[in-house]
């Protein structure tokens, strides 16, 4: 089974930058595809951001297109997101996700989130 654990969440101002982490217990990380999604108070989960094992191919939703980065570090087992020029909207509990690397695969794996709070 794989564990994920996000830290980095905090109260940031608006306009500011905050970076996520997300640390994972499997082996065999490169071979799992990494996502970020967030869910705020009343509202459905949603995905911000994804990345290849190989970190090659990345995919962000139109919300945070330009203003956040999807990195990954095979060697640590840990997926990254880069969230800049925040946004009180941006205020949600961050999860990041696993799979395996195959298009369309269901995220099979979560964290237990991370709360991000933007102030205005």
């Known amino acids: 089974q794989v564990r994920l654990v996000e830290s980095g969440g905090c109260l940031v101002q608006a306009g500011g930058s905050l970076r996520l982490s997300c640390a994972a217990s499997e082996d065999t990380f490169s071979t799992y595809a990494m996502a970020w999604f967030r869910q705020a108070p009343g509202k459905e989960r949603e995905f911000v951001a994804a990345?290849?094992?190989?970190?090659?191919?990345?995919y962000y939703a139109d919300s945070v297109k330009g203003r956040c980065t999807i990195s990954r570090d095979n060697a640590k087992k840990m997926t990254s997101l880069q969230m800049n020029t925040l946004k009180p909207e941006d205020t949600a509990v961050y999860y990041c996700?696993?799979?395996?690397?195959?298009?369309?695969?269901?995220?099979?794996?979560w964290g237990q989130g991370t709360q991000v709070t933007v102030s205005s």
């Open positions: 996700a696993a799979r395996m690397g195959v298009v369309r695969a269901p995220w099979d794996y």
């Open positions: 990345i290849s094992g190989s970190g090659g191919v990345t």
